[in-house]
């Protein structure tokens, strides 16, 4: 496997290696949906087979009382969250002051406004000691998007103590099976949360996401937002829709989703450790570490560090069996242009590199070296 620092000459290679990864995942993936029971149509028209399996994988990890609907991507399900949840518009939403920019575009398409609401300055992370606070502030919004960043779990209980029937939507698109501080997993205590497996994620399906609802009428208006008619129905929606863009997924896609799933699952407990690993190793080398490996998103390590200090102390650390370093990476966040104090919370939340871990041969380690280097190539011209 080639170093981090992948450059345009090493495009071929890499391509060839990111093309022989994809097909050794599907080949995998086929082989292990071959030996589970498929006792329903595999069809993205019903919603049936590999994308029952799917949604009942997801549902599963996040709670008994909740339904989870596959779409393609964490952008999707937070579009269908904000609409579902009545934000149209002129309406205005809080989002985090530190963000990944997909709540803003989300906002604007639906023709919102966003705005900014205080966070953690260590993590980025909503802080609802705050926010209940400045309560005034938040009078006029017409729902909050919690983003749990860096497979850190922000503290989602307390914010809606702070806010008291206002709509809350989770954004896990980084947080695959973290947790609240009290311990119950994310998504588990909002009106709607998103998941995302895309290329960066972890675990990754390449192209996928995941909208997990709390109640039957929210679930079966996403189902009607997005998908055919005959799911619709299916779902006990008497008179379907069919006046709108669907967003289904593909059942290929739903596959690679199911099996990454189950794959990550068997492997908690050696990511968990690894990230242990890892965090003892990163603070023992005075890097102060964000995540807690018992109950943050299993292997993921987000570290306040440079990229080059971290690769210092990767080498010096034994990760389990099975688990390899699949990227080393700066977080990927802005500061909301709007909010009050946005140099000095740039400046503490841009510096914070995150590590992934993943089985040997996961797919993504050769893609997200691919896409760096293509990106490289297209900035020299
Ligand atoms: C915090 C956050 N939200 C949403 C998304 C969008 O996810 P997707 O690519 O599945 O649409 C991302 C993607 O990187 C993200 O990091």
New binding site residues.
Partial sequence: MHADGAGPDDLPHLAGAADREFIELLSAATAWWATQRTWQVSSSHTGGGVIAAFESAVADSVGSDVRALALP??????SIALEILGVGPGDLIGVPAV??T??GAIAGALGARTMPLPVDPDTGLLDAGQIARHGAVTQDLAAVVV???HGLGCDVPALRRALPGLPVIE?A??AWASHYPDGRPVGSASDAC?F???A??SPNAG???CLVTRTRTLHQAAVARSQHPTRQWLTGIACPRRDQVMTRVAPAAALLGAYVLHQHLKLTPELRQGGRLLAQALAGAGLPVLTDATRHAPGIVAVRAAPEHVRLVLPTVFLPEGVTVRVVDLA?VEVHPGYSDEATLSALVTGITIITLEPPGAWGQASVLVSRAAVTDCQNG
Avoid at 73 to 78: D, E, N, V, Y
């Fill in positions: 991507s964490a952008t999707a399900a937070l963000d990944w997909a709540t983003v749990h960043l954004d698109a980084q998103a995302s497996y895309g960066a994620k192209e996928l996401g990927d």
